[in-house]
């Protein structure tokens, strides 16, 4: 992998990651762009102990351009784009309308591909293991910065999740403190540990699934299952089998599988509803240790949690969708229409070969 740092025309960082090392960017914004303004700023909620990001510069972000005028294409002629070059492998910049900005965090965009038609799931596996080591280098960087507390790596894809713009990309938001799903787990995790003499949940849990028939596929160093109390129709959540806080952590050998693994599981889930039917919207979503203390996570240390990425869609059935409704987004507590057992052996039937 060669890296590139560059520059945007509103001072905005852009970093290239290539697959061969010979590979020159050396071309330059030449929009007339301003000196990005933001508002972004995190509201704490002393009730519930979570916080809010409150943006409203995001309203003037780009929704759905044609195809024509995608800002994530490369730049052709006079058609540019927020990148310069006139192609690319992997791309990952600086959001231009973010939601967490300056001690409030960062947020990034990530090209997957230049192929504005393309999916995740159409990438090969070199290119797969491209953006695993982008999100892995960003996860790195983004650790170093004084106001970051956590580094969290997801795609969103399909209209219905309210994806903007078409061309595959996936986002990067860099918080300023621990989320509350993952002080949720840590919790969880601080008093398995305390009840159990030492045993780690997410390791219990793994072994667990493992033995069980939620188990969607598995190779040598991940594996992939629908949990036993999945929220959504179709989840599955994808582990290493060795333990490890973070994606920095991954070894060699785990690093070289994933690819396979995950672009299997992604056609898949293209497959869940029959031949003919749109692609399926879905939201993949890495969690990772927070860098930050973890004191108020009593006897917890960051190799006690396991990083692992979970996909869901929110597609139920053929033409239906989930909504967070009453229970769910009054209560959050969610009602699951898909019996696990089931979404489980759909996604085994459905192999993509």
């Not at 179709?234 to 994933?258: C, G, I, N, Q, S």
Request: glycine share 6%.
């Amino acid at each position: 992998m060669k890296k590139t740092s560059t520059r945007l025309a509103d001072g905005r960082e852009l970093i290239y990651y290539d697959l061969r090392d010979d590979r020159v960017r050396d071309a330059a914004d030449r929009r007339p762009l301003d000196r990005t303004v933001t508002t972004a700023e995190v509201r704490h909620d002393v009730l519930l102990g979570d916080a809010v990001a409150v943006a409203s510069h995001r309203q003037g972000r780009t929704y759905h351009p044609p195809a024509d005028e995608c800002p994530l294409c490369p730049s052709e002629g006079e058609r540019l784009s927020e990148i310069p070059d006139s192609s690319y492998d992997v791309v990952v910049f600086e959001n231009r309308f973010p939601s967490l900005a300056g001690d409030s965090g960062r947020c990034e965009v990530v090209c997957f591909t230049s192929d504005h038609t393309a999916s995740f799931a159409d990438l090969s596996e070199e290119q797969a293991r491209l953006v695993l080591d982008a999100w892995t280098d960003r996860t790195s960087e983004l650790s170093h910065l004084p106001s970051v507390e956590q580094v969290f790596c997801f795609e969103n894809r399909g209209a219905e999740i309210g994806v903007t713009l078409q061309h595959p990309h996936g986002q990067i938001y860099a918080y300023p403190f621990t989320t509350p799903r993952t002080a949720l787990m840590l919790r969880q995790v601080a008093a398995h540990k305390e009840a159990t003499g030492g045993e780690n949940l997410f390791d219990a849990v793994l072994e667990r699934e493992l033995a069980g028939e939620r188990v969607v596929l598995e190779g040598e160093h991940w594996a992939a299952f629908v949990p036993y109390a999945a929220h959504w129709p179709y989840e599955v959540h994808l582990y290493p089998k060795r333990r490890v806080p973070d994606l920095l952590a991954l070894d060699e050998a785990a690093r070289t599988e994933f690819p396979e693994v995950y672009l299997e599981l992604l056609r898949r889930f293209d497959r869940i509803f029959g031949e003919g039917e749109p692609p399926t919207p879905y939201i993949a979503a890495w969690h990772q240790a927070p860098f930050g203390a973890l004191e108020e996570f009593d006897g917890v240390v960051r190799e006690d949690f396991a990083c692992h990425l979970e996909l869901f869609t929110i597609r139920r059935t053929s033409g239906k969708l989930k909504y967070l409704a009453g229970s769910e987004s009054g209560m959050s507590v969610f009602i699951n229409d898909v019996p696990p057992e089931r979404a489980a052996q759909r996604l085994r039937e459905v192999a993509s070969s």
